[in-house]
């Protein structure tokens, strides 16, 4: 072989050399880039959890409400009851006096009013009846309707010996029971303790009573 093709056929060689080269150098890298990758043992894993689906909103039409059922009866409303009025205009009044003989005595004033159409109102005062007096302290009470009241009179003086005087020594105010038209029994009793002399006579307890019948 002569030396100008001998040096044809080595830069031949040469350039099929720098050709297998580059392809085998691609080729290498194509298989390295398909390689495993080593864990990294400091990673943090990737949450796995899922992630819930928004709910889906049912648009389908809700069923009419059902007219065809009976509506429940509603109670009628109780007519109110208008204010009883007084029907009735009951003004009675007296005196009861007890009789001890001598000039002392005890008179109970009564008064009897209509308080409603089923109620009376009965106001009582209990007086001491004589001329010149001097009087301590004395008991006493009065029974109305059945109710007893005690109490104790102040002491009454008084030099006047020229004309009787009342001494008011107890007052009270009771209702009693009574429709329209009813006719009541009212028994009212007082009694006074005196206990002493007056005018000679030996005077004890003084007592006034009666029953009243009232037409309500």
């Known amino acids: 072989m002569d030396k100008p093709r001998s040096n044809v056929f080595i830069a ?3 350039v099929l050399l720098i050709i297998a080269a580059i392809l085998a150098w691609v080729t290498g890298s194509n298989i390295l880039s398909g390689a495993p990758v080593t864990a990294n043992d400091d990673a943090k894993p990737v949450s796995t959890k899922a992630v819930p689906s928004a ?3 049912d648009n389908q039409p809700s069923a009419a409400p059902d007219t065809t059922s009976t509506p429940e009866p509603t109670a009628a409303p109780k007519p109110t009851t208008a204010p009883e009025s007084d029907a009735r205009t009951l003004d009675e009044s007296g005196s009861i006096m007890s009789q001890t ?3 002392i005595n005890m008179r109970v004033d009564w008064h009897i009013t209509s308080a409603s159409n089923k109620e009376l109102t009965l106001d009582v005062e209990v007086y001491v009846i004589s001329y010149a007096i001097n009087a301590g302290e004395h008991s006493g009470s009065i029974r109305l309707c059945g109710k007893e009241y005690s109490f104790i009179s102040e002491p009454i ?3 006047d010996n020229s004309a009787k005087h009342e001494t008011l020594i107890y007052d009270a105010t009771v209702t ?3 429709a329209v038209g009813e006719t009541v029994a009212v028994p009212i009793s007082a009694k006074w303790d005196f206990d002493g002399m007056y005018g000679g006579i030996r005077i004890g307890r ?3 009573e009666s029953t009243l019948t009232i037409k309500a």
């Open 12 to 14: 031949l060689v040469l």
């Open 55 to 57: 709910s889906v909103r």
């Open 101 to 103: 003989g001598a000039n």
């Open 157 to 159: 003086i008084n030099d």
């Open 176 to 178: 009693i029971p009574a």
């Open 206 to 208: 003084i007592t006034a």
